[in-house]
């Protein structure tokens, strides 16, 4: 069953959810905040009311009666990076990290409190709208701090040009281009290195610690690029310009 209710705001949230009462509440606070909200209370009708839709934001129980909430969130992820918070009953923190690796932005634990659940869509939301801004030309953050030149495929810290390798680069940018977003090992080999034979997961830990001595005022204390111990890895910025 599928419920659209329009706003004038353009963003809109899908909610995949299979208890009613939840998805009622999330609904009524959401379009409080002046989102347009669909929600889906099977598995199958959110993956094709998401590939109908493509929303700005999905919420996204991990327990639906069809689909894994867990191999929903890859159906979509190999898709696009729309921001997936989840909605989730396993508090053991393997569930939570399997979900985190798997592509989720983020998470909140059943029961749980509404208004928490609106200021991380909210802080979610605004993460991605500020880091898919910049796209065509450049990244800078923090002022020209660091700066990354994507058509040029040149870095510089603090005005100084950074020499990295093309597959250290193209690490630095998968992960600053959504800046809170952790990535798994797996997922950055993916992307980084592609089907290169004979490469395992912990080749990206490597590229980490180069990339880090390159960037970073002190590798050993990293603030770009931070572990999310379990997960993966993740870049940090707290001010984007």
């Known amino acids: 069953?599928?419920?659209?209710?329009?706003?004038?705001?353009?963003q809109t949230i899908l909610v995949i959810e299979d208890e009613k009462t939840i998805v009622d509440v999330l609904e009524a606070y959401l379009v409080k905040e002046g989102f347009k909200v669909v929600t889906a209370l099977t598995g199958s009708a959110g993956w094709s009311t998401f590939q109908?839709?493509?929303?700005?934001?999905v919420l996204l129980d991990l327990m639906l009666p069809d689909y894994s909430?867990?191999?929903?969130?890859?159906?979509?992820?190999?898709?696009?990076d729309v921001p997936i918070l989840m909605l989730t009953a396993k508090s053991q923190q393997e569930d939570i990290i399997?979900?985190?690796?798997?592509?989720?932005?983020d998470y909140v634990i059943k029961p749980f409190s509404p208004k928490e659940v609106i200021a991380r869509v909210k802080a979610l939301l605004r993460r991605s709208m500020s880091a898919t801004v910049p796209l065509a030309d450049k990244l800078n953050f923090h002022d020209g701090a660091l700066v990354i030149d994507i058509s040029k495929h040149e870095v510089s810290k603090k005005g100084q040009a950074v020499n990295l390798t093309p597959a250290e680069f193209k690490l630095l940018l998968t992960l600053a281009r959504y800046p809170g977003r952790t990535y798994s090992r797996s997922e950055l080999l993916d992307r980084v290195l592609g089907d290169t034979a004979d490469v395992y997961e912990r080749t990206i830990d490597g590229h980490i610690k180069n990339l880090r001595q390159k960037i970073e005022d002190d590798s050993k204390k990293p603030s770009w690029i931070l572990t999310v111990f379990g997960a993966g890895y993740k870049f940090s910025s707290e001010r984007f310009s």
């Open 98 to 105: 399997e979900g985190l690796s798997l592509g989720a932005d």
């Open 52 to 57: 109908r839709l493509k929303p700005d934001l």
């Open 69 to 80: 909430g867990e191999e929903l969130c890859q159906m979509i992820r190999k898709e696009s």
């Open 1 to 10: 069953m599928l419920l659209l209710i329009e706003s004038t705001n353009k």
